[in-house]
């Protein structure tokens, strides 16, 4: 099975690109601890100027993964929490 989440860089961009498109790219545990390795590598590197976030498939996104607990407690770390 392809990852959820596919990362890749081009110029000063870093492009996340959502990759469920079976499951109308629907967030699943996979896709949000991708999500967050993607966060700290463009917040880690200075070259990259821009996160641009995109999907394959019809849909950008469903939401939460209601099949794999809909997220469970899952808490997104905001600016100057760390």
Known sequence: EEPHLLVDTQDNILIAT???PDKLNAMSAQ?????????HRFRDTPELRVMLFKSKGRYFSAGADLRQGG???????TKGSE
Do not use: H, S
């Not at 997220?71 to 770390?77: A, F, K, M, V």
């Open 31 to 39: 896709m949000v601890d991708l999500i967050e390795q993607a966060v």
């Open 18 to 20: 959502f990759n469920r």
């Open 71 to 77: 997220g469970g407690e899952r808490t997104w770390p």
